[in-house]
């Protein structure tokens, strides 16, 4: 991973006006690729953070919340004499989360020297693994929804084209007021997988929906707790465009997207950004560029027209990796491989393949709910807990009313009441249709504003149970005709829309407190009776 040089600051400064004054209108990259036949393409290279106490090749801490220069070894800070130990751990998590991406382990890997010079890469070399990294290969097949764009989800699928261990390097702390550079060596020696995805996406969307699966991935695997905020996720994305069937275009380069919706913004801003500079007769030129997410634009850091020698070479501290393929055993400190497939926990697309064939979920309740953790744990605790519950109901209450709630802010999933038994009792309530949705909806509004009864202590104090007694029925029928007269005359006479507004008063007259379904049929019978 290469890092901007220091004069990055101030050429992005100076830019800064420039872009924000020029940059091109901004409108779906999906309408504008309709329109004028552009192609998007987009590859990403992610940097994941492996979910470690200590770090690839020493054993300082990994602690995000560390003071600065806390966790620096004397090998982490390039003492001379200092040699690298390879953490076991490390290894295992890269090639867990090599299986689970369908990857092809190498048997043999080996580690080499990417050389370059600055403050934070004390060494003057980073430690990765690029000519033959721990596995190549690999495909990711996702869901793409987006709600209010798609009716239903799609499946996406992208190849990877390698997986390798490195390192992190240190961080740069600018302080302009005194116009110097501080360094924190904290993050130096941090284990990373690099994950390089072929460009096999076409949008900002797809590319977001790809960074979500993979962050789920590797949270169910626990190789990588996916912080963003804290840079255990980082994002770099390949951009070009051409025209359908003419070679592919100049590529730009977007460093250290830092959250899944700016890389969706990022994406499609710079999509559009080369087909406005293609179509005003510019040319697009191979460059480094940063996302600015304050004013939703891409910022020029650093031109590639000459190509950066990094002078690889082999690194000669430390000998070939091994993996022990068949289970043998061979050596204590080989990974076994056959074990740790062992170990791979169902995967999203497995979790969304199943509760569409086990639960009968729809294809898009069910990428919801796999998309929302906490929200799949609490469906599967209340069929656990209810087996005859209707898995449909529980999945709606919890991705259409739950989450409402959540996104409104009235509560939040990692809240200390349980919701999962409130849930469960008000879907066997909707099951058993002795209350209905909007019963529902205000009960769990209730209880999100902090009320500690039951369910169906709150629904008796506010007489919220639905009437389906036939005698009641019947009372509230004969009720709504003698009010409606005209309505029931223009019904009678050939106008059976009106239903609708008769239906209508009964509900605002019941406070909905009545089973319309039975009320509708219920009314039909008595207004085709003879007056």
Same mark, same amino acid.
């Given at each position: 991973?290469?890092?901007?040089?220091?004069?990055?600051?101030?050429?992005?400064?100076?830019?800064?006006?420039?872009?924000?004054?020029?940059?091109?209108?901004?409108?779906?990259?999906?309408?504008?690729?309709?329109?004028?036949?552009?192609?998007?393409?987009?590859?990403?290279?992610?940097?994941?953070?492996?979910?470690?106490?200590?770090?690839?090749?020493?054993?300082?801490?990994?602690?995000?919340?560390?003071?600065?220069?806390?966790?620096?070894?004397?090998?982490?800070?390039?003492?001379?004499?200092?040699?690298?130990?390879?953490?076991?751990?490390?290894?295992?998590?890269?090639?867990?989360?090599?299986?689970?991406?369908?990857?092809?382990?190498?048997?043999?890997?080996?580690?080499?020297?990417?050389?370059?010079?600055?403050?934070?890469?004390?060494?003057?070399?980073?430690?990765?693994?690029?000519?033959?990294?721990?596995?190549?290969?690999?495909?990711?097949?996702?869901?793409?929804?987006?709600?209010?764009?798609?009716?239903?989800?799609?499946?996406?699928?992208?190849?990877?084209?390698?997986?390798?261990?490195?390192?992190?390097?240190?961080?740069?702390?600018?302080?302009?007021?005194?116009?110097?550079?501080?360094?924190?060596?904290?993050?130096?020696?941090?284990?990373?997988?690099?994950?390089?995805?072929?460009?096999?996406?076409?949008?900002?969307?797809?590319?977001?929906?790809?960074?979500?699966?993979?962050?789920?991935?590797?949270?169910?695997?626990?190789?990588?707790?996916?912080?963003?905020?804290?840079?255990?996720?980082?994002?770099?994305?390949?951009?070009?465009?051409?025209?359908?069937?003419?070679?592919?275009?100049?590529?730009?380069?977007?460093?250290?997207?830092?959250?899944?919706?700016?890389?969706?913004?990022?994406?499609?801003?710079?999509?559009?950004?080369?087909?406005?500079?293609?179509?005003?007769?510019?040319?697009?030129?191979?460059?480094?560029?940063?996302?600015?997410?304050?004013?939703?634009?891409?910022?020029?850091?650093?031109?590639?027209?000459?190509?950066?020698?990094?002078?690889?070479?082999?690194?000669?501290?430390?000998?070939?990796?091994?993996?022990?393929?068949?289970?043998?055993?061979?050596?204590?400190?080989?990974?076994?491989?056959?074990?740790?497939?062992?170990?791979? #926990? =169902? %995967?999203?697309?497995?979790?969304? *393949?199943? !509760?569409?064939?086990?639960?009968?979920? /729809? @294809?898009?309740?069910?990428?919801?709910?796999?998309?929302? #953790? =906490? %929200?799949?744990?609490?469906?599967? *605790?209340? !069929?656990?807990?209810?087996?005859?519950? /209707? @898995?449909?109901?529980?999945?709606?209450?919890?991705?259409?009313?739950? %989450?409402?709630?959540?996104?409104?802010?009235?509560?939040?999933?990692?809240?200390?009441?349980?919701?999962?038994?409130?849930?469960?009792?008000?879907?066997?309530?909707?099951?058993?249709?002795?209350?209905?949705?909007?019963?529902?909806?205000?009960?769990?509004?209730?209880?999100?504003?902090?009320?500690?009864?039951?369910?169906?202590?709150?629904?008796?104090?506010?007489?919220?149970?639905?009437?389906?007694?036939?005698?009641?029925?019947?009372?509230?029928?004969?009720?709504?005709?003698?009010?409606?007269?005209?309505?029931?005359?223009?019904?009678?006479?050939?106008?059976?829309?009106?239903?609708?507004?008769?239906?209508?008063?009964?509900?605002?007259?019941?406070?909905?407190?009545?089973?319309?379904?039975?009320?509708?049929?219920?009314?039909?019978?008595?207004?085709?009776?003879?007056?």
């Amino acid at each position: 991973m290469h890092l901007k040089p220091q004069y990055v600051i101030k050429t992005i400064r100076s830019r800064y006006n420039y872009i924000i004054n020029s940059r091109p209108t901004f409108y779906s990259t999906k309408e504008k690729l309709k329109k004028d036949d552009w192609c998007g393409v987009v590859g990403l290279e992610i940097h994941a953070q492996i979910n470690s106490t200590s770090k690839l090749f020493s054993g300082s801490a990994t602690d995000y919340r560390s003071p600065v220069n806390q966790n620096v070894s004397l090998f982490d800070a390039s003492f001379p004499g200092t040699l690298p130990v390879l953490n076991r751990s490390c290894v295992e998590a890269g090639v867990l989360t090599a299986l689970a991406l369908n990857c092809t382990l190498n048997p043999v890997s080996t580690f080499d020297r990417k050389h370059y010079f600055y403050a934070d890469l004390p060494a003057g070399y980073q430690i990765t693994q690029q000519r033959c990294p721990l596995a190549r290969g690999g495909e990711v097949q996702f869901q793409i929804y987006t709600p209010g764009v798609h009716k239903e989800p799609y499946l996406r699928k992208v190849q990877i084209h390698q997986l390798q261990l490195e390192q992190d390097s240190g961080k740069s702390l600018h302080d302009p007021a005194n116009n110097r550079s501080l360094i924190d060596l904290n993050r130096a020696g941090v284990p990373l997988m690099e994950i390089v995805f072929e460009p096999d996406l076409s949008n900002g969307e797809e590319a977001a929906a790809l960074v979500k699966e993979l962050i789920l991935i590797l949270t169910s695997l626990n190789t990588c707790l996916c912080k963003m905020e804290e840079g255990g996720l980082r994002v770099d994305a390949n951009v070009s465009v051409h025209r359908r069937g003419t070679p592919l275009g100049v590529r730009s380069e977007v460093k250290n997207i830092g959250s899944i919706r700016s890389v969706a913004r990022a994406v499609d801003y710079e999509i559009q950004r080369q087909i406005t500079l293609l179509q005003g007769g510019g040319q697009v030129i191979n460059e480094t560029r940063a996302w600015d997410p304050e004013h939703n634009c891409t910022v020029s850091m650093r031109d590639k027209e000459e190509k950066q020698d990094y002078r690889f070479m082999p690194e000669p501290n430390l000998p070939p990796l091994h993996l022990d393929m068949e289970g043998t055993q061979a050596h204590p400190d080989m990974v076994d491989v056959a074990a740790l497939a062992d170990k791979l #926990p =169902e %995967l999203p697309n497995q979790t969304r *393949a199943r !509760l569409q064939a086990d639960c009968g979920l /729809s @294809p898009l309740l069910a990428v919801r709910l796999v998309n929302e #953790p =906490e %929200l799949l744990r609490m469906f599967e *605790a209340v !069929l656990d807990e209810s087996s005859d519950c /209707s @898995p449909t109901i529980v999945a709606n209450l919890l991705v259409m009313e739950l %989450l409402t709630l959540v996104n409104k802010e009235l509560c939040s999933l990692g809240s200390s009441r349980p919701f999962s038994k409130d849930i469960g009792e008000i879907a066997d309530l909707l099951q058993s249709k002795r209350i209905n949705l909007l019963t529902a909806r205000h009960v769990l509004e209730v209880i999100a504003s902090g009320d500690n009864r039951a369910a169906s202590d709150i629904i008796s104090a506010g007489n919220l149970w639905l009437v389906t007694d036939p005698v009641e029925i019947q009372a509230v029928c004969d009720a709504a005709i003698l009010r409606n007269p005209g309505l029931v005359e223009s019904y009678r006479s050939g106008k059976t829309k009106v239903l609708g507004a008769l239906l209508g008063d009964i509900a605002k007259v019941t406070q909905n407190r009545v089973d319309m379904s039975l009320i509708a049929r219920h009314l039909q019978e008595l207004l085709k009776k003879p007056q």
